[in-house]
């Protein structure tokens, strides 16, 4: 069983920054793919951000430019480093790790309980 736990969200203004953090726990945290998506009020769930054990990345387009995704391993953690967050970023955020390593929707087998992140217009 793998502990997901996200943090870092918050109330920012449009053109602000936020930092979300994702630990996971595990001793093979290393060998983890690990994913960001996003739920808007009224919208279903939609992928942001991922990153690989090898740390390759990849991004929604909606936020390429702006995000970044990054890993340290010795804190078993993820972070998503959001700038220029616009009022259309406003969801609740969820952090979902592939312990298989390997990338696609279907490989997610655990999930955060999500952090909100609001920006202001």
């Known amino acids: 069983q793998v502990q997901v736990v996200e943090s870092g969200g918050g109330l920012v203004q449009a053109g602000g920054s936020l930092r979300l953090s994702c630990t996971a726990s595990?001793?093979?945290?290393?060998?983890?793919?690990i994913g960001w998506f996003r739920q808007a009020p009224g919208k279903e769930r939609e992928f942001v951000a991922t990153?690989?054990?090898?740390?390759?990345?990849t991004y929604a387009d909606s936020v390429k430019g702006r995000f970044t995704v990054s890993r340290t391993n010795v804190k078993n953690t993820v972070y998503l480093q959001m700038n220029s967050l616009k009022p259309e970023d406003t969801a609740v955020y969820y952090c979902?790790?592939?312990?298989?390593?390997?990338?696609?929707?279907?490989?997610?087998?655990?999930w955060g309980q999500g952090t909100q992140v609001t920006v202001s217009s």
């Open positions: 990153i690989t054990r090898m740390s390759g990345s």
């Open positions: 595990g001793r093979t945290f290393s060998h983890y793919t």
């Open positions: 979902a790790v592939s312990t298989s390593g390997l990338v696609g929707p279907a490989e997610y087998d655990y």
